[in-house]
């Protein structure tokens, strides 16, 4: 009777096969606690995201006239009717392009492709802005998408002409160009 009172019996706690690991604290984070853990953690990225969400949403509602510095882009003498100057503006690492298209209008666009930023190229023959790493093509008066997968428009150098000279003085915007 002994036997079956000892087969009876619950086994001690570290009675198993791994009776010789201490196992206290082994399950210390339980679901629940991760769960809080995880809200706590979801809580201070969005208190810490708040800073940045007030200036965009300022910025929104009432937009900063920003100040461009005035650049010579070249004189007027320098560029045919169809040709193309690179420059950069508004800082030295903004890439733009230059177009003369008659001989009293100009265009100037930056020339990072609207899609995935790949530079902007002037086709004189085809008179259109392109983009050769998905066949982006662009209209020079207007900076509009016409073919490929760029949907924004390219964003537009505010020009001056000024003594024999042309003159990058701003960006437009992208509502402001629609």
Known sequence: MENNENSSKIPLKDDNYTHNINRSNERCLDRRSFMKTMVGAAGLFAVSTLPWGALAAKELVSP???????????NLSEIKVGEAVEFAYPSEHDT???VRVKEQEFKAYQNACTHLRCPVFWDREEKELLCPCHHG??????????????????PEIVLQEKDGA???????????QL
Request: net charge positive.
């Open 137 to 154: 093509k662009f209209d020079v008066a207007t900076g509009q998408p016409l073919a490929g997968p760029p949907r924004r428009p390219l």
């Open 64 to 74: 900063s006239k920003q100040a461009y510095p005035k650049h010579k882009i070249a």
């Open 96 to 98: 733009a392009l230059l």
């Open 166 to 176: 042309v003159y990058a003085v701003g960006v437009k915007r992208y509502e402001e």
